[in-house]
């Protein structure tokens, strides 16, 4: 290993976060270009269906002759299957490249070492395994959904001071402030899914876009056995597609597409959505939905807001045990995220 292969793979795993939101459900994925350990090139996944990091980085470099004395950094494993693009092993093999350096290898079954086995049968010097924790805790959500054969499960709620989320009515507006709201925004730009039970979209009609920051709006996805959400409601407008997961029917219309389950159980619902490809989810829903996925410790982050606002009665909030992964202050609201290691 050279000694300077943490630097650069550093700054591949930089470039890489910057196609968060956008690329799945392909992983985000960085690539530098290094001639006699200076920076000739680089690249980052920019958008799912677009080119791959690998391709982006190749085509920046202004003298292309440097290549084959040049090392690639990639913070995973380049793909060795035909897919919306060509393989990007084959390409790194073409160009000539001298060596190559990756961050982790790529649990996708058409990948999964197949892109490692290429470089090193070319005869390209090749080191798997520089920053991996940082590029795993990057693409968690990635290997998650490849690993656990699940979507990544955010669940994220507003508290009052006194451990409610809602009135005994279910109103729940506003617990947080404006500013945690407007966080809130931009993790759902973030993600490929927002899912809600039938009492949340009932009781506050919610839209589940993204309205106070700029990026994509979420798919949403409905928990409504009887389907007594009637399509007048916000979750039904043409701002997103919406799954609505029902007992009744499967139909479909040009946003919407009503998907019938034998049961709802935590385990049928993520099996449902791992089938739909959605990789990552905000559990949005209130006390009963999320409750359901904390008993069966099936989620994978926590993020809690707690208020100064106080209700002495109403519905409780969840309750989680995991490592308390960040903690800080918006305003008068506190922020607490919590990540569970041992979740199914």
């Known amino acids: 290993m050279d000694h300077n292969d943490n630097i650069f793979m550093k700054r591949a795993l930089e470039l890489a976060i910057l196609g968060k939101g956008m690329v799945s459900p392909n992983p985000m ?5 290094v001639h006699n350990n200076k920076i000739i090139g680089e690249g980052y996944h920019e958008k799912y269906g677009k080119a791959h990091a690998e391709v982006n980085a190749i085509q920046s470099v202004s003298n292309q002759d440097l290549l084959n004395q040049s090392t690639a950094y990639v913070t995973l494993e380049p793909c060795a299957h035909q897919g919306k ?5 084959d390409l790194l093999i073409e160009i000539g490249i001298k060596r190559v350096v990756i961050a982790s290898k790529d649990p996708f079954e058409q990948v999964d070492g197949k892109g490692i086995e290429k470089l090193e049968n070319a005869g390209i010097e090749t080191v798997v395994g520089i920053l991996e924790n940082e590029a795993h805790e990057q693409n968690r959500r990635f290997l998650t959904f490849h690993q656990k054969k699940r979507p990544y499960i955010i669940l994220k709620w507003a508290q009052t001071s006194d451990g409610f989320i809602a009135r005994e009515n279910f109103d729940s507006k506003w617990i947080s402030n404006e500013k945690s709201r407007q966080l809130v925004h931009k993790w759902r730009a973030e993600e490929d899914a927002i899912l809600v039970g039938k009492n949340t979209a009932l009781y506050d009609n919610p839209s589940l876009t993204v309205r106070d920051w700029k990026g994509k709006n979420p798919i949403r996805i409905l928990i409504d ?3 007594e959400i009637k399509n007048d409601f916000n979750l039904f407008n043409e701002e ?3 799954y609505i997961l029902n007992t009744k029917k499967d139909e479909e219309s040009a ?10 159980s935590t385990t049928t619902i993520l099996d449902q959505l791992f089938q739909l490809n959605i990789q990552s989810i905000i559990i949005e829903g ?31 909030a969840p309750k989680v045990e995991g490592i308390l992964a960040r903690k800080e202050t918006i ?11 041992n979740g199914r």
Not at 29 to 33: A, E, F, L, N, S
Not at 85 to 89: E, F, G, Q, R
Not at 290 to 316: H, M, P, Y
Request: charged share 20%; aromatic share 12%; with cysteine.
């Open 331 to 341: 305003f008068n609201d506190t922020l607490e995220i919590y990540r569970n290691n």
């Open 85 to 89: 693009t060509p393989p990007c092993a």
């Open 225 to 227: 056995p009887g389907l």
């Open 240 to 242: 997103a597609k919406t």
């Open 255 to 264: 946003t919407n597409q009503w998907i019938r389950l034998n049961d709802f």
């Open 286 to 316: 209130g006390s009963k939905t999320l409750n359901s996925f904390t008993q069966d410790n099936c989620w994978d982050e926590a993020r809690v807001f707690t208020s100064t606002t106080s209700f002495e009665k109403g519905i409780e």
């Open 29 to 33: 994925v960085g690539c530098v270009i």
